[in-house]
T-cell receptor, first 115, second 112 residues
Framework: DADVTQTPRNRITKTGKRIMLECSQT?????MYWYRQDPGLGLRLIYY???????NKGEISDGYSVSRQAQAKFSLSLESAIPNQTALYFC??????????????FGPGTRLTVL | QKEVEQNSGPLSVPEGAIASLNCTYS??????FFWYRQYSGKSPELIMF????GDKEDGRFTAQLNKASQYVSLLIRDSQPSDSATYLC????????????FGSGTQLTVLP
């Protein structure tokens, strides 16, 4: 079984709809991240969480919110989706600081299209 | 200036050749550097990380770090068509609360 899973894998929705993307991990990592990827722009950090009670905004948090329901679960919500939120979304996890521990492990991604 | 810069490519090399991918970063205090490979439509997967100046080898891959010049590179020896992918450089910037900053990636094509 995959260590980091994301649901759904693909989603098409309409402008103004609320959307939730979910991420679960079995790696036992405390740290979780949400990124979006657009062609030519690389990965951009939306939100990150270092533990259940710690949530932080990333580079592009406007229009998004998150919930860390448990160590293993981190959800991303688009309260009112707009077309420029069409992108590939990745969840990632990492271990506590230490040699090699900043390595991030990615889920398979969710392709979101907002019409 | 972007914090982490890569040539977007595309970079094409013939099968069996050495592919050289470069990345520069702006923060002189950065300590940790990562190379990820991403196939089209797939998630990034770690190739290797490097912390110390010099070379680090893992199979056909060699990461090179030069902190004085603020660049990190990835060499792929004996390139194979299966190496065709986008390669992402990621840097743990100092004072970044341990967030990785990614470059926009270099697209590599290995021609059979």
């Amino acid at each position: 079984d995959a260590d980091v899973t994301q649901t759904p894998r693909n989603r098409i929705t309409k402008t103004g709809k609320r959307i939730m993307l979910e991420c679960s991990q079995t790696k036992g990592h405390d740290r979780m991240y949400w990124y979006r990827q657009d062609p030519g722009l690389g990965l951009r950090l939306i939100y990150y969480s270092f533990d259940v009670k710690d949530i932080n905004k990333g580079e592009i948090s406007d229009g998004y919110s998150v919930s860390r329901q448990a160590q293993a679960k981190f959800s991303l919500s688009l309260e009112s989706a707009i077309p420029n939120q069409t992108a590939l979304y990745f969840c990632a996890t990492s271990d506590l600081p230490g040699a090699g521990a900043d390595t991030q492990y990615f889920g398979p991604g969710t392709r979101l299209t907002v019409l | 200036q972007k914090e982490v810069e890569q040539n977007s490519g595309p970079l094409s090399v013939p099968e069996g050749a050495i592919a050289s991918l470069n990345c520069t970063y702006s923060d002189r205090g950065s300590q940790s550097f990562f190379w990820y490979r991403q196939y089209s439509g797939k998630s990034p997967e770690l190739i290797m990380f490097i912390y110390s100046n010099g070379d680090k080898e893992d199979g056909r891959f060699t990461a090179q770090l030069n902190k004085a010049s603020q660049y990190v590179s990835l060499l792929i020896r004996d390139s194979q068509p299966s190496d065709s992918a986008t390669y992402l450089c990621a840097v743990l910037l100092s004072g970044s609360a341990r967030q990785l900053t990614f470059g926009s990636g270099t697209q590599l094509t290995v021609l059979p």
